[in-house]
């Protein structure tokens, strides 16, 4: 199984970057999606997550400006960012609960992280 991101980049304080994350390889179902991210110096934090359902669930620092979405067809799991702040500035990992087959236990996978830069 593989979650591969793209997006993110650079942008001011007040704009908006999204991010994408598809995964692709051996699998039978895909549970809970989510975003973290990592500053430098910092520990890698939860940003957002999603249920297969599509119920979501936000950090307190992002309510109101992040919204995280999934399409299921397509196995992708998106992560719009709007108001940017300079404080959002991290690598942005992709996170899927994954199993590839009926019977296997649900297994963690991440992607390779992409940038996010907002200058002030």
């Known amino acids: 199984v593989q979650l591969q991101a793209s997006g993110g980049g650079s942008e001011q304080a007040g704009g908006s970057l999204s991010v994408s994350c598809v995964a692709s390889?051996?699998?039978?179902?895909?549970?809970?999606m989510a975003w973290y991210r990592q500053a430098p110096g910092k520990q890698r934090e939860l940003v957002a997550d999603?249920?297969?359902?599509?119920?979501?669930n936000y950090v307190d620092f992002v309510k109101g400006r992040f919204t995280i979405s999934r399409d299921n067809a397509k196995r992708t799991l998106y992560l719009q960012m709007n108001s940017l702040r300079p404080e959002d500035t991290a690598v942005y990992y992709c996170n899927a609960k994954v199993r590839d087959t009926m019977i296997s236990p649900w297994a963690d996978y991440w992607g390779q992280g992409t940038q996010v830069t907002v200058s002030s």
């Open positions: 390889g051996r699998i039978f179902d895909i549970n809970d």
């Open positions: 999603i249920t297969f359902g599509g119920k979501t």
